[in-house]
């Protein structure tokens, strides 16, 4: 099976800059994903990276290290509206495009 | 509406009743999910479908059945209802084309209360 670790809550302010983790552990890795899901809201793609290294969009930046079964979201200049949970989610190879999610960071984001 | 819906939005029932709670997308895409997700937790995948007619379990199959006849439906129905069941359910599709591309578009979810 697949396990996906990342912290439950972060707080940062406006305008800051914030690192959200996520470890995980499974065979047959092909992929990371980052959702974005506001309070009763459904979730949104944010980023996707298959190979290391770094993928930029816009405020966004997501990163991954295949060897380290590690990866990261990276959100600059903070806005309130950032404030939601992050769920990271890996996919696997053979399991037909199906995504394993974390448990999910409440990002708390103050004035 | 263009786009994924689910119904009804809200629902309650009761212990040991069926429900059908439907997914339909306007995009034709491929593969269809179903997960659900409990308070303060992730998402957990309950069926998916990879075209019309082809349908597999997820992690948290059971006491679930999925159908998919039309590529743009996918219903799910809790076949006896249990306390257990109450959660959001969302509806997820995705294209069939690049795995680089990895969208999993997400209706809007289904709140659904057992008593």
């Known amino acids: 099976g697949q396990s996906l670790e990342q912290p439950s809550e972060v707080t940062a302010v406006e305008g800051a800059i914030v690192q959200i983790n996520c470890t995980y552990q499974t065979s047959g890795f092909y992929g990371l994903s980052w959702y974005q899901q506001h309070d009763g809201g459904a979730p949104t793609f944010l980023s996707y990276n298959a190979l290391d290294g770094l993928e930029e969009t816009g405020r966004f930046s997501s990163f991954l290290s295949r060897s380290d079964s590690y990866g990261y979201l990276l959100l600059q200049e903070l806005q309130m509206k950032d404030s939601a949970s992050y769920f990271c989610a890996v996919e696997t190879s053979g399991s037909a495009r199906q995504l394993t999610f974390g448990s999910g960071t409440q990002l708390t984001v103050l004035p | 509406d263009a786009g994924i819906t689910q119904s009804p939005r809200y629902k309650i029932t009761e212990t040991g009743r069926q429900v059908t709670l439907m997914c339909h997308q306007t995009?034709?895409?491929?593969?269809m999910f179903w997960y659900r997700q409990d308070l303060g937790h992730g998402l957990r995948l309950i069926y998916y479908s990879a075209a019309a007619d082809i349908t597999d379990k997820g992690e948290v199959p059971d006491g679930y059945v999925v159908s998919r006849s039309k590529t743009e439906n996918f219903p799910l129905t809790l076949e006896s209802a249990t306390r257990s069941q109450t959660s959001v359910y969302f509806c997820?599709?995705?294209?069939?084309?690049?795995?680089?591309?990895?969208?999993?578009?997400f209706g809007p979810g289904t709140r659904l209360l057992v008593l």
């Open positions: 995009w034709s895409h491929s593969y």
């Open positions: 997820a599709s995705s294209e069939s084309a690049l795995r680089s591309e990895e969208t999993q578009y």
